[in-house]
């Protein structure tokens, strides 16, 4: 096998080249090593290997090359030193909380996060003995009153689903390590293309690979960024003994989704930026919420920390229940589906589905409404969604 050596290539060669490995057959393509064991030659190298004297592949449990191809594809684009790579965007999150934290231990983490990782945070954690406080996450002076003796881990999402509203992560990160603690950022929604979170001072970043990486539709995945320290310490034996481990398969989907990943999230950006300006000028929408705007409400903190909009836009309609559910049903083009990043426009509407299970009190914090809507602007030609989107507004009213 034969690896690239390190070279300072820009962000769509790196994804493109970076951490391409290559078999004695000098396949173009990257290969689908779908082999859960590996052969020694002799007893005697199976001996060496298993001591860590002898490099190579033991059990794909462990690692594996296709896998071990995404994970360094990805750090080469994170600027990470070394990843993980998970079977799903929640695999990834649970392990970079879990391996961090033990019983008597604090996190704080904003209170606007995907469902499930609230779940994580608010539920699953305090069974194993690990305190937890949720925050408004936009204001730095509630991280600093959360923070106790104890605490150790600060977790957020920005911009945070499916609001959209941002945490100023260069603020939390310096917060963090002044306590000696780490911040994990979730950076699904913004991209490693578009906001960076290592170098805004986070310790580890973490992604749903299922969304703009994959990009269409295909597989879960997800993957675990920081500090080759950090991962030795915290990830190794978390994973060689639980097994959250990305199918080789998968891997290889996600490698040729990192390929088109930025033309794919460049064009769904300019999309996503020409509909939200559309629907901010309409009558029956309340209010747009799109980082990009100069009306987002943190303008300010996104021009500082992410390098362009988003593929994502909050709406507000007007109308409640009955008019989010008549624009969905009236879209032709654009799907109704809780997955986001996709090629394919998508539409969910938040307070029956993807946050159906939070309380009617913390949806209200976080300004989901009876009226809210996340889109997810996909690669169709954008007339013909804006079309879609016209004719679909008018029959809510
Ligand atoms: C989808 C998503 C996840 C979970 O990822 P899966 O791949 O579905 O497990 C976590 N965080 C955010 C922000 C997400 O959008």
Partial sequence: MTTDKKRN??????????????SQFGEMSEAIFLTQGYVYPTAEAAEARFKGEEPGFIYSRYANPTVSMFEQRMCALEGAEDARATASGMAAVAAAILCSLKAGDHIVAARAVFGSCRWIVETLAPNY???ATLVDGRDIANWEKAV??????????SPANPTLEVVDIAAVASLATSIGARLVVDNVFATPLQQRPLELGAHVAVYSATKHIDGQGRCLGGIILSDKEWIDENLHNYFRHTGPSLSPFNAWNL???????????????????????FLA?????????????????????????MKGGSTLICIHLKGGKQAAFAFQNALDIVLISNNLGDAKSLITHPATTTHKNVSDEARAELGIGAGTLRFSAGLEDVDDLLEDIDRALAATR
């Fill in 9 to 22: 290539w820009k962000p769509a060669t790196q994804l493109v080249h970076s951490g391409t490995l290559r």
């Fill in 129 to 131: 003995g690990i305190e």
């Fill in 255 to 277: 490698l040729k989704g990192l390929e088109t990943l930025p033309i794919r999230v460049a064009q769904q950006t300019r999309n996503a930026a020409r509909i939200a300006d």
């Fill in 281 to 305: 000028g309409r009558p029956e929408v309340e209010q747009v919420i799109y980082p990009g705007r100069a009306d987002h409400p943190q303008a300010d903190i996104v021009s500082k920390q």
């Fill in 148 to 157: 106790r003796p104890n605490t150790k881990l600060f977790f957020l999402e």
